[in-house]
C-alpha cells in the first residue's frame, strides 16, 4: 500500500525535529517552562518520541497509532508554547505576534495528524 506523500512529508518533519533536539538542547530547555522538573529528561523524552513517532508513521500498520501519539505530544509541549509567548527570554526575541500565532498552528498540525488516526 502506497502511503500518502504528505504522511511521508509528517514523518520527516518529526523526525528532523527529533533530530534537533538532539543536535540544539539549549534551544528546547530555553521554552521549557520552569514549573517542570528535569527539563534535560523532557527534551530527551519529546526529541525521541518525535523520531520515534516519525518513523512509525510511515509503517502502515502502525501509522494511526503514531498519529495519535503526535497529537499526545503536540498537547504535552503546548506549554512550552505558552511560556515562549509569555517570557520574553523563551520567546528568542521573535515577536508577540509571531509567538501567538504558534498556538493556533499547534491546532493546525494537530488537525493534520488527525487525518491519520483511522
Known amino acids: 500500500m502506497n502511503l500518502p ?3 511521508y512529508l509528517m514523518a520527516l518533519l518529526y ?3 527529533g533530530i534537533n533536539h538532539f ?5 528546547y530547555l530555553k521554552i521549557i517552562p520552569p514549573y517542570f522538573s528535569n527539563p534535560k529528561l523532557l527534551n530527551i523524552l519529546s526529541g525521541t518520541a518525535e523520531i520515534i513517532l516519525g518513523f512509525l508513521l510511515i509503517l502502515p500498520v502502525l501509522s494511526h497509532f503514531a498519529a495519535w501519539g503526535i497529537i ?3 498537547i504535552a509541549v503546548f506549554p512550552a508554547n505558552l ?3 509569555q517570557n520574553k527570554k523563551a520567546g528568542f526575541g521573535l515577536p508577540k505576534w509571531i509567538l501567538l500565532l504558534r498556538m ?3 491546532l493546525l498540525l494537530i ?3 488527525y487525518q491519520y488516526t483511522f
Do not use: E
Open 5 to 7: 506523500w504528505h504522511l
Open 111 to 113: 488537525l493534520w495528524a
Open 23 to 27: 543536535r540544539s538542547p539549549g534551544m
Open 15 to 17: 523526525i528532523a525535529a
Open 104 to 106: 493556533p498552528l499547534q
Open 72 to 74: 499526545a505530544l503536540l
Open 83 to 85: 511560556f515562549m509567548y
